[in-house]
């Protein structure tokens, strides 16, 4: 049985803004779902969590988790268990008395959305004008009181073009990641216009190259497997990009992540409407190990040229666009435009012999001071890595190289220092 080691809670569909893109079709301010989980609930269900998995993170999103007046309290009990706490917010509510008592209820870090590096851009997509000073102004208290956050870009027709300014940003602004996610045409994200099959290729090549320039951060493509085969693609020499997304870092819906709504529902993610189970009625044990749709997504079945496609063991594509189309969950993702070469399957990177791979001390050290949750994914890339370069000790600087260099490709230049100081002082 998978480790459930990526676990999101919808805290609530309330919300303080109406963004054009929202999977939820979140509701208003005043409004929220009479049958939303208590403050009980939630605290039974990461009590479930931990026993599933006790180094697991949990997810606390919305809607807007700041709305919830309880969230402190369930952010310290999922704390007190030894949960990796963090929490997903569009940033309105982060003043600094908020960041500091979300920091000493035991939150691990934030994941703010900003969705443009101009703020007229990101206000008409969020629906509020004065959204984006406000969430600057929220990044600006984490800076302050040291809360460790992250950027969640969503990529769109309109916002395309800024993918190098907003990482760059993001840099400038202490992000520790950069999550760029691709649009899921779901919820009232039905009516947005998604980027056409080639500009989704050209973003992930763009993303992929770019994080050599930024050793710092991790810049990461997020609903998009596709960078699986990309990458491998860019740099085929590079052992580390054959390593099965099933395991680490391609969609793992069922796999080792679902999203619990905010009336109890398990879904295998927030993009996949069909519920899995219904934590309250059966355990989330119970639905984890035993769902239909959990099975199903473990030992995936794939259709038309998804399942013909030599890279579908490293990918297997996204399976909530084609649920979105209307069509079988195990259906060809529309918006990748590969086209299967009839070759053999390129087969993920097989697990190294034990000791095959050694680690020096401080390497060690370091490793272990990674959250429990993906341990065993660095673990694996680094060891990846090493034997790439045929070396057989991993060492502290091949981990700093390795968050420079995570798919083995050499981007463009960085965009000069000027241009990022001027970003900078933007948002002040």
């Given at each position: 049985?998978p480790?459930?080691?990526l ?6 569909r309330?919300c ?6 929202c999977?939820?079709?979140a509701?208003?301010?005043k409004e ?6 208590s ?6 269900l ?5 026993a599933?998995?006790?180094?697991a ?8 988790p700041?709305l919830?007046?309880?969230l402190?309290?369930i952010?310290c009990h ?5 949960l990796?706490?963090v929490l ?5 509510q982060?003043?600094?008395?908020r960041?500091?008592?979300l920091?000493n209820?035991g939150?691990?870090?934030a994941g703010?959305s900003l ?8 206000d008409?997509f ?5 959204a ?6 929220g ?8 809360l ?5 870009f969503?990529?769109t027709?309109?916002n395309?073009?800024e993918?190098?300014?907003?990482i ?8 520790r990641?950069?999550?760029i996610?691709f ?5 009232r994200?039905?009516t947005?216009s998604?980027?056409t099959?080639?500009q ?5 090549k763009?993303i992929?190259?770019?994080?050599e320039n ?8 997020r ?13 085929p020499e590079?052992?580390?990009n054959?390593?099965?997304g ?8 069922g ?22 189970g219904?934590?309250?009625v ?8 035993q769902?239909?749709?959990f ?16 890279y579908?063991?490293?990918c297997g ?8 189309e ?7 993702d529309p ?5 299967p070469?009839e070759?053999?399957v ?5 697990d190294?012999?034990e000791?095959e791979?050694?680690w020096?001390?401080?390497a060690e050290?370091r490793l272990?001071r990674i959250?429990g949750?993906i341990r065993k994914m660095v ?6 890595y ?7 000790v991993?060492?502290?600087?091949h981990?700093e190289?390795?968050?420079a260099?995570?798919?083995g ?6 965009p000069s220092l000027?241009?990022?100081k001027?970003?900078?002082?933007a948002t002040?």
């Amino acid at each position: 049985m998978p480790d459930l080691n990526l676990i999101a809670i919808n805290l609530t569909r309330r919300c303080n803004l109406a963004c054009e893109h929202c999977y939820l079709d979140a509701t208003t301010l005043k409004e929220g779902d009479s049958d939303e989980l208590s403050c009980g609930e939630v605290k039974a269900l990461l009590d479930e969590v931990h026993a599933l998995n006790s180094s697991a993170m949990v997810v606390l999103t919305g809607g807007e988790p700041l709305l919830r007046p309880d969230l402190e309290e369930i952010i310290c009990h999922g704390s007190e268990l030894g949960l990796f706490i963090v929490l997903g917010t569009n940033g309105l509510q982060l003043t600094e008395k908020r960041v500091a008592a979300l920091k000493n209820a035991g939150l691990m870090g934030a994941g703010i959305s900003l969705d443009s590096t101009e703020a007229e851009t990101h206000d008409e997509f969020r629906g509020l004008n004065g959204a984006w000073d406000k969430t600057m102004k929220g990044i600006r208290h984490c800076q302050q009181l040291d809360l460790s956050f992250q950027i969640h870009f969503t990529v769109t027709q309109r916002n395309r073009h800024e993918i190098d300014d907003i990482i760059a940003l993001s840099e400038s602004l202490g992000a520790r990641v950069i999550n760029i996610f691709f649009l899921i045409c779901t919820g009232r994200g039905e009516t947005e216009s998604d980027l056409t099959p080639a500009q989704y290729e050209s973003a992930l090549k763009d993303i992929i190259q770019a994080q050599e320039n930024y050793p710092d951060m991790i810049v990461r493509p997020r609903c998009a497997p596709h960078f699986k085969r990309v990458a491998l693609q860019l740099n085929p020499e590079a052992e580390i990009n054959r390593i099965s997304g099933q395991e680490s870092d391609g969609c793992l819906a069922g796999l080792h992540y679902c999203r619990i709504a905010s009336d109890g529902r398990v879904t295998a993610c927030p993009y996949i409407e069909t519920t899995a189970g219904d934590t309250r009625v059966d355990s989330l044990q119970q639905i984890w190990e035993q769902a239909p749709q959990f099975d199903a997504l473990r030992t995936p079945q794939l259709e038309g040229k998804c399942g013909a496609c030599e890279y579908r063991l490293l990918c297997g594509g996204c399976r909530a666009r084609p649920v979105a189309e209307g069509k079988s969950i195990m259906a060809a993702d529309p918006v990748c435009e590969y086209s299967p070469m009839e070759r053999p399957v390129i087969m993920p990177l097989p697990d190294l012999a034990e000791g095959e791979i050694t680690w020096e001390e401080q390497a060690e050290t370091r490793l272990n001071r990674i959250p429990g949750f993906i341990r065993k994914m660095v673990k694996k890339r680094a060891e990846a890595y090493v034997s790439g370069k045929n070396e057989s000790v991993v060492q502290v600087h091949h981990l700093e190289e390795l968050t420079a260099r995570r798919f083995g490709s050499n981007g463009p230049g960085r965009p000069s220092l000027s241009k990022i100081k001027e970003m900078y002082r933007a948002t002040k």
